[in-house]
């Protein structure tokens, strides 16, 4: 187990209109805050995603972020 350190970037997830899962936008923010020399991420857990997500959907967040950051 690695030890934990550095800036760890809660992110909120976009949604489109519709209220579905924004891949493109999920992509372009992890790029972004990547960029910015963040040592990590917490995925699903900032604007109510846990609550409001079903297991799917949760996933496929998960699945965007660890291939943005390979």
Known sequence: MRD???????LVTPMTQTEELNEAGLRSLVRHVMGGGVHGL????TTGEFYSFDMAQKR???????????
């Open 4 to 10: 934990i350190h550095g800036a760890i970037v809660a």
């Open 42 to 45: 917490f995925v699903n857990g």
């Open 60 to 70: 496929r967040s998960l699945e965007i972020v660890m291939e943005e950051c390979g």
